[in-house]
T-cell receptor, first 112, second 112 residues
């Protein structure tokens, strides 16, 4: 089944403890992106990647890192999480940039 | 910045009726628009898309209308069913192929 898989689905952590949210797609998509979803603010782009080893900042990149070493994987790294990073995170991919996005099921992160 | 707005945050309809969800966009350079459906606890799911060279596009029970003159997009759902209850987002690409701009969503409640 074609899908975008994120893990974990739920994560509770404490301020400053590094964490990684994994994202993998099995559709051979070139483009991948991370969004966060907050009430009243909608979906905001954190980082995106147009292909392997090509990444760039979105609208809200502060406090996040990404890497794209393989085409299928695009992990989101929070080096030192803070409470304002408590949010619902979505990974998405598309065949190429500018085409419709396919989303993962989301990761609900709580930073205490 | 980009602005994608929705006219109604919540829409309640009777099962079997038609639903119309509206969306306004601000960037006249936008040439690609998408409607997504997000059910509780899930990621956004692609419903239908339309490019700016079209005014109307139909899918199964759904129709998207695009009025470029007033920068307005609508999603029509025919014979609304309980399974249609969800939050619906519109998205536009603005003039940036690296991201989509999402509205904050309209919650559709289908009453039996």
């Amino acid at each position: 089944e074609a899908q975008v898989t994120q893990n974990p689905r739920y994560l509770i952590t404490v301020t400053g403890k590094k964490l990684t949210v994994t994202c993998s797609q099995n559709m051979n998509h070139e483009y991948m992106s991370w969004y966060r979803q907050d009430p009243g603010l909608g979906l905001r782009q954190i980082y995106y990647s147009m292909n392997v080893e090509v990444t760039d900042k979105g609208d809200v990149p502060e406090g996040y890192k990404v890497s794209r070493k393989e085409k299928r994987n695009f992990p989101l790294i929070l080096e030192s999480p803070s409470p304002n990073q408590t949010s619902l995170y979505f990974c998405a991919s598309s065949l190429v940039r500018g085409e419709k996005l396919f989303f993962g099921s989301g990761t609900q992160l709580s930073v205490l | 910045g980009e602005s994608v707005g929705l006219h109604l945050p919540t829409l309640s309809v009777q099962e079997g009726d038609n639903s119309i969800i509206n969306c306004a966009y601000s960037n006249s350079a936008s040439d690609y628009f998408i409607w997504y459906k997000q059910e509780s606890g899930k990621g956004p799911q692609f419903i239908i898309d339309i490019r700016s060279n079209m005014d109307k596009r139909q899918g199964q029970r759904v129709t998207v209308l695009l009025n470029k003159t007033v920068k307005h997009l609508s999603l029509q759902i025919a014979a609304t069913q309980p399974g249609d209850s969800a939050v619906y987002f519109c998205a536009e690409n603005g003039n940036n192929f690296n991201k989509f701009y999402f509205g904050s969503g309209t919650k559709l409640n289908v009453k039996p």
